[in-house]
């Protein structure tokens, strides 16, 4: 009776293992596929004249990504016409990435704990039965077979229990491994678009800036020589109604 209770336990165990590294697995082909792999899936969005940069934009169909395209758009929308900081930039990068990172190593060792978990389960389940079932009499008892049995039922149980933590031990392991190639792989294209941004963005948004620096030169020299020609003509007006006024007096 205590095999089958112990079966049933392993089996629903083993499923739980199996759901549980299949979610992990999806996670990793979202986290492996963050970033594209050649620049060319990146676009700068920028206004009508093309003379300054808006955002960023990508073909590329990924969460994560697209939470840090926002994150990079909102953070150049409140910056625009000052200078940008490549490291904030990066960190806003990084933090969405390490973030699901982190939670995929989390969930990773979860079949290993429920094998454990499973093992324990079953030796306490086969324990319970000798206790509670006469057995562990007979099997502190040498003198008669009886011993032997009971000895043979808790072992039998132990060993059905133990498919668990093979289960798990196997799972944890192949997870980590595709962890490991999906990590590669992220940091390579991540470098990528990285330098894409240095490339790409950063120039724009510094010759932006300078185009205003410009133009806002221009205006205020525009304003500067307006000024100094209306205080000239307020300065004749000024004189010619002074000279009107001294005439009226003297005649």
Same mark, same amino acid.
């Given at each position: 009776m205590h095999y089958l209770i112990i079966c049933v336990i392993i089996l629903g165990i083993v499923l739980w293992q199996f759901s549980s590294f299949v979610s992990t697995r999806n996670k990793l /082909?979202?986290?492996? #596929? &963050? %970033?594209?792999?050649?620049?060319?899936? %990146?676009?700068?969005?920028? =206004?009508? $004249?093309?003379? %300054?940069? !808006?955002?960023i934009q990508s073909q590329h169909k990924n %969460? &994560?990504?697209?939470? &840090?395209? $926002?994150? /990079?758009?909102? *953070? !150049? &929308? #409140?910056? #625009?016409?000052?200078?940008? =900081? *490549?490291? /904030?930039m990066k960190d806003i990068v990084d933090r969405n990435c390490d973030a699901k990172e982190e939670e995929i190593h989390t969930q990773i060792p979860v079949p290993l704990y429920l094998g454990l978990a499973g093992t324990m389960l079953g030796i306490l389940i086969g324990i319970g039965f000798l206790v509670f079932g006469g057995g562990l009499n007979d099997l502190l008892n040498s003198s008669n077979d009886l011993g032997s049995k009971g000895l043979e039922t808790l072992l039998g149980g132990v060993a059905l229990a133990m498919i668990s933590s093979i289960t798990g031990i196997m799972l944890t392991t192949l997870g980590s491994h595709i962890a490991k190639n999906a990590k590669s792989e992220v940091e390579e294209n991540k470098n990528t678009f990285l330098s894409w941004m240095q490339a790409e963005l950063l120039p724009k948004i510094s010759s932006d800036i300078s185009g205003a620096l410009v133009q806002m030169t221009k205006n205020l020299s525009n304003f500067n020589n307006t000024f100094a020609q209306n205080t000239q003509d307020l300065s004749k007006t000024l004189s010619h109604m002074l000279m009107n006024h001294i005439k009226n007096k003297q005649n």
């Amino acid at each position: 009776m205590h095999y089958l209770i112990i079966c049933v336990i392993i089996l629903g165990i083993v499923l739980w293992q199996f759901s549980s590294f299949v979610s992990t697995r999806n996670k990793l /082909l979202v986290f492996r #596929n &963050i %970033f594209p792999d050649n620049q060319g899936e %990146f676009q700068l969005i920028q =206004d009508d $004249t093309n003379n %300054f940069v !808006l955002g960023i934009q990508s073909q590329h169909k990924n %969460f &994560i990504l697209l939470v &840090i395209i $926002t994150s /990079l758009n909102k *953070y !150049l &929308i #409140n910056n #625009n016409g000052a200078v940008s =900081d *490549y490291h /904030l930039m990066k960190d806003i990068v990084d933090r969405n990435c390490d973030a699901k990172e982190e939670e995929i190593h989390t969930q990773i060792p979860v079949p290993l704990y429920l094998g454990l978990a499973g093992t324990m389960l079953g030796i306490l389940i086969g324990i319970g039965f000798l206790v509670f079932g006469g057995g562990l009499n007979d099997l502190l008892n040498s003198s008669n077979d009886l011993g032997s049995k009971g000895l043979e039922t808790l072992l039998g149980g132990v060993a059905l229990a133990m498919i668990s933590s093979i289960t798990g031990i196997m799972l944890t392991t192949l997870g980590s491994h595709i962890a490991k190639n999906a990590k590669s792989e992220v940091e390579e294209n991540k470098n990528t678009f990285l330098s894409w941004m240095q490339a790409e963005l950063l120039p724009k948004i510094s010759s932006d800036i300078s185009g205003a620096l410009v133009q806002m030169t221009k205006n205020l020299s525009n304003f500067n020589n307006t000024f100094a020609q209306n205080t000239q003509d307020l300065s004749k007006t000024l004189s010619h109604m002074l000279m009107n006024h001294i005439k009226n007096k003297q005649n």
